[in-house]
C-alpha cells in the first residue's frame, strides 16, 4: 500500500490496508455476526451463503485470488470489510461495516480511503461498480457520499459508478469548519445579491444559524480531500413555513418530513452539479429516518438551484412565504415522496 495512515482521529489512527491472516478469526467473527441475507447481497460467494456453510465459505474467498479483501480498522479493532471483485468483466466493490460501528462515519471514510489506495494499486483501472439492494440505505448513502453516479436504477436495485481519481466524499460538518460555511455563506450571498436576488440580503443565515445546525448533527458538507466545497443541512421535523402553499403538497408539512436548506457552493466549484449531490444525498439520508417526505424551496430568481432541485428527482408544489426573509419571502416549493 501506499500510505498506511491516511486518516487520523483524537484517539489514533483509522487505517484501510489488505487482507492479512492475523485478521482471520475477526473476520469470521464480523460475518457470523452479520445476516446471511445482508451478505450474500456482497455477490462474493460462488454459491448462497447459509449458517451452516459460513465458515467453509469464509475459508474459500480467503483463498479466492479473484478476490481481494481489505480492513477497515481503527486502533487495531476490525471495523468493516471492503471486497474488490475482479471476476467480472467491470471490478465491482462492495462492503460490510461490524453492526456495533455502523452511523459513525467509518462506511463513508473507509471507501474513500479505498478509493484513493486503489487508484495508486491499478492505475489503469478508470472507474469501479457497485450493486446494492435499494432497502439497503445505510449502503446506499455509504456510495453516495463518496461521489458516486446512479447508472441504473429499478425498483429493487440501484447501479453506481465512482471514478477512480475521485476526491470528493460528504461527511458531518463539525464546528472547526464554521469559518469555511461562512465564507462559502458569503461568497452565495454576494452572488445572489449580484443576480438582483433578496435572498440571504438580510443576515441569514449566519454563524448562530449554522452552529444551531452543527448542535443538530444536521449540517453536511462535501468534501474535497479535507477542503469544504459546498454543504446543506437535513432539517428534521414539521417546518413551519411549509404548513401553508399557495398550490398543494402531496403530504402535508408533518412531523416526518425532512426539509433541505441552506444549499451553498464554494464559488470556484460552480456547474460541477455538487448542489445535486447535496440534494441527492439528502433525500437517501431522509430514507433512512423513515422520512415520508422530503421538501425544498428556493428563490424565483434562483434558476441554478431550480434545475438542481428538478434534475435530483423533486416536484414543483407551489409558493410558501418564509419567516426569514421580511423583503422577499416569497418561495417556490418542491416534494419528493420517499
Request: with cysteine; hydrophobic share 35%; glycine share 6%.
Amino acid at each position: 500500500m501506499s500510505k498506511e495512515l491516511i486518516y487520523r482521529n483524537e484517539n489514533g489512527s483509522i487505517k484501510i490496508k489488505k487482507y492479512e491472516a492475523l485478521f482471520k478469526d475477526k473476520l469470521i467473527s464480523l460475518f457470523i455476526n452479520s445476516d446471511i441475507e445482508e451478505l450474500n447481497s456482497l455477490n462474493i460467494f460462488e454459491n448462497t451463503l447459509t449458517n451452516e456453510n459460513i465458515k467453509d465459505k469464509i475459508e474459500s474467498l480467503i483463498t479466492n485470488e479473484k478476490i481481494q479483501i481489505f480492513i477497515l480498522e481503527d486502533n487495531s479493532e476490525l471495523i468493516g470489510l471492503y471486497f474488490l471483485n475482479k471476476t467480472k468483466e467491470d471490478p465491482h466493490i462492495s462492503f460490510i461495516i461490524d453492526k456495533s460501528q455502523r452511523n459513525k462515519g467509518y462506511g463513508k471514510l473507509g471507501l474513500f480511503l479505498l478509493i484513493s489506495e486503489l487508484s495508486s494499486i491499478y492505475p489503469n483501472i478508470q472507474e469501479y461498480f457497485f450493486k446494492l439492494n435499494k432497502k439497503n440505505i445505510f449502503a446506499n448513502l455509504i456510495i453516495l457520499g463518496n461521489n458516486a453516479e446512479i447508472i441504473t436504477e429499478t425498483e429493487a436495485e440501484m447501479t453506481y459508478k465512482i471514478q477512480s481519481k475521485n476526491k470528493i466524499w460528504i461527511h458531518r460538518i463539525g464546528i472547526g469548519d464554521m469559518s469555511e460555511v461562512m465564507k462559502i455563506t458569503n461568497q452565495a450571498k454576494d452572488l445572489l445579491k449580484k443576480s438582483g436576488s433578496l435572498q440571504w440580503q438580510q443576515g441569514y443565515p449566519n454563524e448562530e444559524t449554522f452552529t444551531k445546525d452543527i448542535k443538530n448533527n444536521s449540517l453536511y458538507g462535501l468534501y474535497q480531500d479535507k477542503d469544504l466545497i459546498a454543504f446543506g443541512a437535513y432539517v428534521y421535523g414539521k417546518d413551519l413555513n411549509y404548513v401553508e402553499i399557495e398550490g398543494k403538497w402531496d403530504i402535508p408539512a408533518n412531523d416526518k418530513d425532512m426539509a433541505i436548506h441552506r444549499v451553498a457552493v464554494e464559488e470556484n466549484s460552480h456547474g460541477k452539479k455538487l448542489g445535486e449531490k447535496i440534494l441527492k444525498y439528502g433525500i437517501q439520508y431522509a430514507r433512512k429516518l423513515g422520512c415520508v417526505t422530503d421538501k425544498v424551496d428556493t428563490h424565483r430568481i434562483n434558476i441554478p438551484m431550480q434545475k438542481s432541485i428538478l434534475k435530483s428527482g423533486f416536484v414543483y408544489k407551489g409558493i410558501i412565504r418564509v419567516d426569514t426573509d421580511k423583503l422577499d419571502n416569497l418561495r417556490y416549493a418542491y416534494e419528493i415522496v420517499l
